[in-house]
């Protein structure tokens, strides 16, 4: 999770699906519906998602709830700044509603779904390709809700130690954030690498006991051969 000290490795043999009609697409960028596509203004909605954290093998969230499945749900608007033959530069706008599927309560009961409150991503998008490769740049900012900073941050009086004090997250600023994504692609193969990272020493919440770096990185290589179905 966002702020904690340890790595998780996962290596996960998965279909992919690469569907693309006029308006919907389904690929590594998750699911998008195309809703408003002009030479200025792109209205998408787009579902994401990440992975599950266990308590128990966490040492700064032992003997806390566990973190389910997040699965974030909205719309994004892209405003084109820069329009070329190869590339494009744009602000991308996305706020997306956030629910935890799996996840535990503060009584650790499972449940099946929680509402987890909404995130806002504004940034400066750069994406490019020339022949087989694409490649994309993000920079911006993470605001999100006080519901969904709680989830990674609080520390509620019950679960309070003399290393993990009692902690109420707030809404605003959750930090600044650098992402890139590279891609090739032929008519058998895609091989795609993603790495993400987030600044978290000026957000709202950087003093929480939870936060014990205050930068987090994610990434990720994949190879994927594909077959044409129709």
């Not at 700064?60 to 329009?83: C, H, N």
């Not at 020493?201 to 994949?222: A, F, T, V």
């Amino acid at each position: 999770y966002p702020g904690s000290d340890e790595n998780e490795d996962y290596f996960l043999p998965l279909p992919y699906i690469d569907f693309r009609s006029a308006r919907l697409s389904v690929n590594d960028k998750g699911l998008n519906a195309e809703l408003i596509n002009n030479n200025i203004i792109q209205l998408d909605f787009d579902i994401t998602g990440s992975f599950s954290v266990s308590s128990d093998d966490n040492t700064a969230r032992k003997g806390m709830p566990d973190l389910g499945f997040f699965v974030e749900i909205g719309p994004q608007v892209s405003l084109r700044l820069i329009k070329k033959q190869n590339y494009y530069i744009s602000i991308d706008i996305p706020i997306r509603a956030s629910f935890e599927l799996l996840g535990e309560d503060e009584t650790f009961d499972d449940k099946f779904l929680q509402d987890s409150g909404y995130i806002l991503e504004p940034r400066v998008h750069y994406e490019a390709k020339n022949g087989s490769l694409s490649y994309d740049f993000d920079i911006g900012i993470i605001w999100a809700s006080e519901d969904y900073q709680s989830k990674f941050f609080s520390v509620n009086q019950e679960f309070a130690t003399n290393e993990r004090v009692f902690y109420k997250a707030r809404s605003g600023l959750m930090g600044h954030r650098l992402s890139t994504t590279f891609k090739y692609e032929t008519d058998n193969w895609l091989i795609l690498s993603y790495l993400k990272y987030i600044d978290l020493s000026q957000g709202k919440n950087e003093l929480s006991p939870l936060i014990k770096k205050d930068d987090y990185l994610l990434g990720g290589i994949g190879f994927v051969r594909k077959f044409k179905i129709w």
